[in-house]
């Protein structure tokens, strides 16, 4: 069967290998929609550090059940359209003992840490399929990042009253966003530096949105939080100068969630910490909940979709959309690709 591989850092190449047995307990999938993660836009730069070469991306998957294997519940049926969640956990480390398994210590999310989906047939646990409730392939290949976002909104326990201050208005972005708005009914205020992006950030359930490069960041958000700022700031950008703003903007007894990876060392004015009495958190993955309330959302009907994705390509051209959006990242949101 066909695959993509990163073959090293800029460099992509098409391969084959052989098609994988499911064992018992498991299902086949063919994978018929895949999207392109920032991590995959990571790895093709070099910048990943949990990945080694040569690596096969993809873990924001449609797909289609195969096969299925003894120990598969009967509610699993060969033709029924599902995504995957993509990661493992080995629940033992003091994560899986506290139940947070999306953080589990030695988790191997695939197209990461692990090959992943971009092949035309994967295996996968029974426990870690959602199945589509009637979803297209477009909308399932968004639920696992749109689940990343979700899962931000809910570690800093977003509530109808709060004010929600979003940095990033990428995919993860977008999907905190849309939680906390659309699914919470919280007030967002969405940051980016593409006019583009907020727009989109705007269908996604923001209530006003902000061009910090050409807007005076802290000026605006005094004015639109009557001079408190937001009672929560989550980070989906992965930049050392939201890092600090996040802390710098939130109000006092706020709550800061970072789900961005920062590229280089961040100094903080630590004072704000103990001043404000911060409750400062990260957030990582996803659970099953997150995925549910996803679904929920994307069968409702009112997250934008087609202005999410902006761009379909068949598998042949993968390697090529990848390389493209290393070279204009700011043009894109999401890339799928078609098997």
Same mark, same amino acid.
């Given at each position: 069967?066909?695959?993509?591989?990163?073959?090293?850092?800029?460099?992509?190449?098409?391969?084959?290998?052989?098609?994988?047995?499911?064992?018992?307990?498991?299902?086949?999938?063919?994978?018929?929609?895949?999207?392109?993660?920032?991590?995959?836009?990571?790895?093709?730069?070099?910048?990943?550090?949990?990945?080694?070469?040569?690596?096969?991306?993809?873990?924001?998957?449609?797909?289609?059940?195969? @096969?299925?294997?003894?120990?598969?519940?009967?509610?699993? !049926?060969?033709?029924?359209?599902?995504?995957?969640?993509?990661?493992?956990?080995?629940?033992?480390?003091?994560?899986?003992?506290?139940?947070?398994?999306?953080?589990?210590?030695?988790?191997?999310?695939?197209?990461?840490?692990?090959?992943?989906? /971009?092949?035309? /047939?994967?295996?996968?646990?029974?426990?870690?399929?959602?199945?589509?409730?009637?979803?297209?392939?477009?909308?399932?290949?968004?639920?696992?990042?749109?689940?990343?976002?979700?899962?931000?909104? @809910?570690?800093?326990?977003?509530?109808?009253?709060?004010?929600?201050?979003?940095?990033?208005?990428?995919?993860?972005?977008?999907?905190?966003?849309?939680?906390?708005?659309?699914?919470?009914?919280?007030? !967002?205020?969405?940051?980016?530096?593409?006019?583009?992006?907020?727009?989109?950030?705007?269908?996604?359930?923001?209530? #006003?949105?902000?061009?910090?490069?050409?807007?005076?960041?802290?000026?605006?958000?005094?004015?639109?939080?009557?001079? #408190?700022?937001?009672?929560?700031?989550?980070?989906?950008?992965?930049?050392?100068?939201?890092?600090?703003?996040?802390?710098?903007?939130?109000? /006092?007894?706020?709550?800061?969630?970072?789900?961005?990876?920062?590229?280089?060392? !961040?100094?903080?004015?630590?004072?704000? /910490?103990?001043?404000?009495?911060?409750?400062?958190?990260?957030?990582?993955? @996803?659970?099953?909940?997150?995925?549910?309330?996803?679904?929920?959302?994307?069968?409702?009907?009112?997250?934008?979709?087609?202005?999410?994705?902006?761009?379909?390509?068949?598998?042949?051209?993968?390697?090529?959309?990848?390389?493209?959006?290393?070279?204009?990242?700011?043009?894109?949101?999401?890339?799928?690709?078609?098997?």
């Amino acid at each position: 069967m066909k695959t993509l591989l990163i073959d090293a850092p800029g460099t992509f190449s098409f391969g084959e290998k052989p098609a994988p047995v499911p064992a018992p307990g498991e299902v086949l999938l063919r994978v018929r929609r895949l999207g392109f993660c920032g991590s995959d836009l990571s790895t093709f730069r070099g910048g990943n550090p949990l990945v080694s070469y040569p690596r096969i991306p993809g873990h924001e998957i449609a797909a289609v059940i195969e @096969s299925v294997t003894a120990g598969v519940p009967a509610r699993f !049926v060969p033709g029924q359209e599902v995504t995957v969640m993509p990661y493992t956990t080995c629940g033992r480390c003091s994560s899986c003992r506290q139940k947070r398994f999306n953080a589990c210590r030695h988790n191997q999310t695939l197209g990461v840490q692990q090959d992943g989906a /971009f092949t035309d /047939f994967i295996t996968a646990k029974w426990e870690k399929l959602i199945p589509s409730q009637g979803l297209g392939l477009r909308e399932l290949a968004l639920v696992e990042p749109l689940a990343v976002g979700f899962h931000a909104v @809910s570690r800093g326990r977003v509530t109808k009253t709060d004010t929600v201050l979003v940095f990033g208005c990428g995919m993860i972005g977008l999907g905190a966003i849309a939680a906390a708005g659309l699914h919470r009914g919280a007030t !967002v205020i969405a940051v980016d530096i593409e006019d583009t992006k907020l727009a989109v950030a705007k269908k996604a359930g923001a209530t #006003h949105v902000i061009n910090s490069k050409t807007e005076n960041l802290h000026e605006r958000l005094q004015a639109l939080t009557d001079g #408190h700022g937001p009672d929560v700031a989550i980070e989906a950008v992965g930049n050392p100068a939201t890092f600090t703003a996040a802390v710098d903007e939130v109000c /006092f007894a706020g709550r800061v969630v970072y789900i961005g990876y920062a590229k280089a060392p !961040v100094s903080y004015e630590t004072k704000y /910490f103990v001043m404000k009495e911060l409750d400062i958190m990260g957030s990582r993955n @996803s659970t099953p909940e997150d995925f549910n309330d996803v679904v929920a959302m994307l069968t409702s009907g009112r997250y934008p979709v087609a202005d999410t994705v902006t761009r379909t390509v068949p598998f042949a051209e993968a390697g090529q959309a990848l390389a493209d959006w290393s070279a204009n990242p700011g043009a894109i949101t999401k890339i799928h690709v078609e098997l």
